[in-house]
């Protein structure tokens, strides 16, 4: 258990120290911007630490009530992409046809800027709940599906002639042999995936929805400098989103493939 908590402690500490080295600078470049350069609209450009603070707790329930539906939606459409992006990567593994097809046409869609593609879904849907979820499924789709299809053909060509040779069927061989050799570049694909969903989803709020983070960080953005610390909050809640799917995607790969090199404890002591 000693060991453990240094572990622990070891891998944070630097991280909590850097944090707090950041929060510092930043408090005292706000003030030399506001009270030595006296700076137009100083706190517009780098407000106050611990302003911003007491603002994430004045206004904390109305952030969470719309980082919450942000999350949920964009959520939804990451699951439905995820799976969509798995099934075609399968698809595209056990058939050359299949690939030559349809992997043309997943890089295609990618070409199309997501700044121009989502004024015009949520103009042709013009539901702002079914408009994230496209988004997000649709940003979600590619990197999941080309990350898995790699890692399905990264078997180790003497395992799969060794099933072969025991005439394993082909689901045996995907399920035993291919999924689980898949399964950190499908963790790739996800977490890279996971905050761009959610960043498509604030997209799409920036369109004229009615709810969620995007809708908050719109209004007080042109309600001009008295709402300047209610515009960061809604970055930071957003950046914060970000960061948690990133980490629930890393915390299910380290449950489910926790055989990878990077999960390993460090070190030769038992």
Do not use: C
């Not at 291919?178 to 960043?199: E, N, Y």
Request: charged share 10%.
């Amino acid at each position: 258990m000693k060991g453990n908590s240094m572990l622990v402690k070891g891998r944070f500490l630097p991280l909590l120290v850097w944090v707090a080295g950041l929060l510092i600078v930043w408090e005292a470049l706000s003030w030399v911007l506001l009270n030595v350069v006296r700076t137009p609209l100083a706190q517009s450009k780098l407000p106050y630490v611990h302003e911003l603070v007491a603002t994430l707790f004045r206004y904390a329930g109305t952030l969470l009530k719309e980082g919450a539906a942000t999350f949920g939606n964009a959520g939804v459409g990451f699951l439905l992409g995820a799976a969509a992006g798995v099934l075609l990567a399968v698809l595209m593994s056990v058939s050359k046809t299949i690939e030559q097809l349809t992997f043309p046409y997943a890089v295609a869609s990618q070409m199309i800027p997501i700044l121009g593609l989502a004024p015009i879904i949520y103009g042709i849907v013009r539901d702002e709940q079914i408009s994230r979820i496209i988004i997000s499924g649709y940003i979600t789709f590619f990197p999941v599906s080309l990350n898995m299809l790699r890692g399905l053909r990264s078997v180790n060509l003497s395992a799969l002639e060794l099933m072969h040779s025991y005439a394993a069927k082909p689901w045996a061989v995907y399920w035993k042999l291919r999924l689980p050799a898949a399964l950190p570049g499908l963790f790739s694909g996800l977490k890279i995936a996971a905050p761009l969903a959610v960043t498509g989803a604030i997209l799409v709020e920036l369109m004229g929805a009615q709810h969620g983070i995007g809708v908050i960080m719109l209004r007080n953005l042109y309600y001009g400098p008295s709402h300047t610390y209610m515009f960061w909050s809604t970055i930071l809640v957003g950046a914060f989103l970000g960061m948690a799917s990133y980490g629930i995607m890393s915390l299910i790969e380290r449950l489910v493939a926790p055989w990878q090199p990077e999960f390993r404890p460090k070190g030769g002591g038992r």
